[in-house]
Nanobody, 123 residues
């Protein structure tokens, strides 16, 4: 499956952004989807994940209550709605896909990755 992330940009602290991840090539609904982010000089970290039909969602503690992951299998697209953004949310955000349901926060378990979209939050 090929993944294309978009929707990043520059926003002031307290603002909102919605990221999108468009998938092509294989059956989108066969994959668990996740969002990760990587800030300069830091390791890639888990943000959120959503199961095949969207019935279950998982969030990192650092974003819980501020972001919402969702998917539209008819449109082969996943979303990340981010609200109350903070400067520490500044990072490149990546979408990823996998088939297996375990260790959802482990980036090494994801099989496919998008190219990343930059999110910059100014104070």
């Amino acid at each position: 499956v090929q993944l294309q992330a978009s929707g990043g940009g520059l926003v002031q602290a307290g603002g909102s952004l919605r990221l999108s991840c468009a998938a092509s090539g294989r059956t989108f609904s066969a994959y668990i989807m996740g969002w990760f982010r990587q800030a300069p000089g830091k390791e890639r970290e888990f943000v959120a994940a959503i199961t095949w039909g969207g019935g279950s969602t998982f969030y990192a503690d650092s974003v819980k209550g501020r972001v919402a992951i969702s998917r539209d299998n008819a449109r082969n697209t996943m979303y990340l709605q981010m609200n109350s953004l903070k400067p520490e949310d500044t990072a490149v955000y990546f979408c990823a896909a996998r088939r297996t349901y375990y260790s959802l926060s482990d980036s090494s378990k994801y099989d496919y990755w998008g190219q990343g979209t930059q999110v910059t939050v100014s104070s």
